[in-house]
């Protein structure tokens, strides 16, 4: 039973539009969330995060939104950029774990 | 930023050979690293915990005298596959976080070790 799942393999944008990658977490005891982005044949590299004592957290271009009650979060990148192009993946962990539990990642293509 | 350095990036090697690979936190210290690996078009999945100075801890369904780990220090973690098959051959990364930072912080990850088998 997969417990963070990303249900849109891949995602399609425009350059300056924006992207909303979207994850659902099925355990309640997530309480720390992050983000990566991973290019082929490369190991991913952190993103953002979220602790879930918040409900957003932005990083430049990079906005992490977490709905607690519908154990849903959202990546936002605004304006997307053709260099945005890589698979993003959705973790999770709890209780200070260090355990990640990844979701199947979403293919992200930023035409310019 | 903290840095995960994976070696080697590629191997190829022949059926019924051994592969190590290293992994290694060459700013911080790590008591835990972890070892994912990826088939095309999948997720990560977790393989097994490397625990400095004890046992890894290894996820169901797979094979532990298969996937050697060690954790012989506080910045390295190597894994080893013994008697490689062609359907071990994969994509394996290693990450790290960087114990002496507390609770909820990021993981980094090597570069990963493409593996060939033939």
């Known amino acids: 039973d997969q417990q963070v799942k990303q249900n849109s393999p891949s995602l399609s944008v425009q350059e300056g539009r924006i992207s909303i990658l979207n994850c659902d977490y099925t355990?309640?005891?997530?309480?720390?969330f992050l983000w990566y982005k991973k290019y082929p044949a490369e190991g991913p590299t952190f993103l953002i995060s979220?602790?879930?004592?918040?409900d957003k957290n932005e990083d430049g271009r990079f906005t992490v939104f977490l709905n607690k009650s519908a154990k849903h979060l959202s990546l936002h990148i605004v304006p997307s950029q053709p260099g945005d192009s890589a698979v993003y993946f959705c973790a999770a962990s709890e209780g200070g774990s260090e355990k990640l539990v990844f979701g199947k990642g979403t293919k992200l293509t930023v035409n310019p | 930023g903290a840095v995960v350095s994976q070696h080697p990036s590629w191997v190829i090697c022949k059926s019924g050979t051994s592969v190590k690979i290293e992994c290694r936190s060459l700013d911080f210290q790590a008591t835990t690293m972890f070892w994912y690996r990826q088939f095309p078009k999948q997720s990560l999945m977790l393989m097994a915990t490397s625990n400095e100075g004890s046992k890894a801890t290894y996820e169901q369904g797979v094979e532990k005298d298969k996937f050697l780990i060690n954790h012989a220090s506080l910045t390295l973690s190597t894994l080893t596959v013994t008697s490689a098959h062609p359907e071990d051959s994969s994509f394996y990364i290693c990450?790290?976080?960087?114990?002496?930072?507390?609770?909820?912080?990021?993981?980094?990850f090597g570069q990963g070790t493409r593996l060939t088998v033939v």
């Open positions: 990450s790290a976080r960087d114990s002496l930072a507390g609770m909820n912080t990021e993981a980094f």
């Open positions: 979220i602790s879930s004592i918040k």
């Open positions: 355990n309640s005891m997530f309480d720390y």
